[in-house]
């Protein structure tokens, strides 16, 4: 067989591979050279960036748990201009899609954040809207389907470059968020961004984490990511990029299968930094033993008995 295609369209972005390293697990994308070579990959997602630097929660922000791991870093990061100085200089070197996370406390921080950062190399946007708005007593913009259409809708109408909406699960029906960042623009969504979750120290009988809860991540939501994934699929005619929980090729496959048009690696990129590079090389030795040539030959093929 000729060389398997690999190549995928999310609208009016295309990546070489379906295989992305997802936010906040990668750091802002020239820190893993060590472990494996970046260039391979279908994209670099960076660390969330708000307009001004914050320093994020106190410690413990971190707690394992079964199969996963409870966060509360709270956002850190370095802020726009700083990125711009220090971390894209670099990134723009590399033979990958570029995708700037933005993460903001009001709607107008996203807007301008986007704006800066639309003048630069950079591929993509995704925008975090699991962030709490300030100004409404800190409920999460990903929430509230209103706020999310006009986050969408500004965000896009501040960028000709692909915004990609990136969804909460602690919602009652996801596509109905998914259906609104479609209707407001949106070339894609990303699904799904962490569970509500909390642990508790049973000797101190105090919460592991310094805001009692946090981000649910790793194998232990795959299977609620994998159905929020498919609801979105079933419901609305939009790219979606599913992420929870993928450790493996077949982990990955499952996402693809049930339509997915690419995947993140989140979790694991702590636990094996070369597991993106080794899913993409079991993707493409799946499709040569199923006999085929082309990944898109393989998504959205779930069999459903009727």
Do not use: W
Not at 107 to 118: G, P, R, T
């Amino acid at each position: 067989m000729s060389e398997v295609n690999l190549k995928v369209n999310l609208g009016k972005l295309v990546l070489k591979n379906p295989v992305l390293v997802a936010s906040g697990t990668f750091g802002y994308g020239i820190e893993s050279h060590d472990f494996l070579d970046v260039n391979q990959l279908g994209g670099i997602i960076t660390k969330s960036l708000s307009l001004k630097p914050r320093i994020g929660n106190p410690p413990q922000r971190i707690a394992e748990t079964p199969s996963g791991m409870l966060n509360t870093i709270g956002l850190a990061n370095i802020g726009v201009e700083r990125f711009i100085m220090e971390k894209l200089p670099e990134l723009v070197k590399l033979n990958t899609t570029i995708i700037v996370n933005i993460a903001a406390s009001t709607v107008d921080e996203y807007v301008e954040c986007v704006k800066i950062l639309d003048r630069e190399k950079v591929d993509a946007f995704e925008i975090n809207v699991s962030c709490p708005n300030v100004k409404e007593g800190g409920l999460e913009f990903g929430r509230d389907l209103n706020k999310v259409g006009e986050i969408t809708s500004k965000v896009v109408a501040s960028t000709n470059k692909p915004v990609i909406i990136k969804l909460t699960p602690n919602v009652t029906a996801i596509s109905e968020f998914a259906r609104v960042a479609k209707e407001e623009g949106a070339t894609a969504v990303s699904a799904i961004n962490t569970f509500i979750g909390m642990a508790v120290n049973v000797y101190t009988r105090k919460p592991k984490l310094s805001r009692i809860t946090g981000g649910l991540s790793g194998p232990a939501i795959r299977p609620l990511a994998l159905a929020k994934v498919f609801e979105i699929i079933q419901k609305v005619d939009i790219p979606v990029i599913g992420i929870g929980g993928i450790t493996n090729f077949e982990d990955a496959l499952e996402f693809l299968i049930v339509g997915a048009k690419a995947i993140q690696i989140g979790t694991h990129n702590f636990v094996d930094p070369s597991s993106p590079i080794k899913i993409i090389e079991g993707i493409k030795k799946h499709l040569i033993k199923f006999d085929l040539n082309d990944i898109n030959q393989l998504i959205g093929t779930l069999q459903v008995d009727q």
